[in-house]
């Protein structure tokens, strides 16, 4: 079945890099996603890659896949206090179904 | 940059009343989604909407939820009676629904109270 895990708290310096880590079960995902939700506020998209990429890099932001370990994690270089958030990461299943399946979600916490 | 809204931002009811929750997708996408997430609970998948019909919803999307594009630019989810357990943010995503990527961009959220 499809399930997404992540761990529920991180804490880092400011300045410092931060690593965001996600397990997924299904392997037959199309994309996979990181998305920001800051209190009280909705999900914004920041990054996605496609299922047969290993790594992506934008700005601050870089995207590793292990498609064997089924492992994706997002590091944010430099974190700055504005990066504090609730970090989802979520797959979608392109051809097989709408949906997004996210995970439990990641609480970054930077301080100064 | 075009957003994905939605009205209103915060919603209180009393049990057993209906409830509509208002959207606005980007304007050129063709695929619409309703997502939930209870209060420190996952993002859960209620359904999606594509030329004019349901495309798939999950179990959580029962007789008691039905979704509406009234006219050329809003998206609705109405729960007739709302439960206790229906008190939730709810999220509305949109899509192109080309060749393109898929990416679904949310709104904002509703946070919907049911006392």
């Known amino acids: 079945g499809e399930d997404v895990e992540q761990s529920l708290f991180l804490s880092v310096r400011e300045g410092d890099s931060s690593v965001i880590n996600c397990t997924y079960t299904d392997s037959s995902s199309t994309y996979l996603y990181w998305y920001k939700q800051e209190p009280g506020a909705g999900l914004q998209l920041l990054t996605y890659?496609?299922?047969?990429?290993d790594m992506k890099q934008d700005q601050r932001l870089t995207v590793l896949l292990n498609k064997k370990d089924k492992h994706l994690s997002l590091r944010i270089a430099d974190t700055q206090t504005g990066d504090s958030a609730i970090y989802f990461c979520a797959e979608s299943f392109r051809y097989n179904t709408d949906k997004l399946i996210f995970g439990t979600g990641t609480r970054l916490q930077v301080f100064p | 940059e075009p957003e994905v809204t939605q009205t209103p931002s915060h919603q209180v009811t009393q049990m057993g009343q209906e409830v509509i929750l208002r959207c606005v997708p980007i304007s050129n996408h063709l695929y619409f989604y309703w997502y939930r997430q209870i209060l420190g609970q996952k993002v859960e998948f209620l359904v999606s909407?594509?030329?004019?019909?349901?495309?798939?919803k999950s179990e959580i999307f029962d007789d008691q939820f039905s979704v509406e594009r009234p006219d050329g630019s809003n998206f609705t989810l109405k729960i007739r009676s709302t439960k206790l357990e229906d008190s939730a943010m709810y999220f509305c995503?949109?899509?192109?629904?080309?060749?393109?990527?898929?990416?679904?961009?949310f709104g904002p959220g509703t946070r919907l109270l049911v006392l």
């Open positions: 909407f594509y030329n004019n019909e349901i495309s798939e």
């Open positions: 890659i496609f299922s047969n990429m």
């Open positions: 995503a949109s899509s192109e629904g080309s060749t393109k990527i898929e990416t679904q961009y």
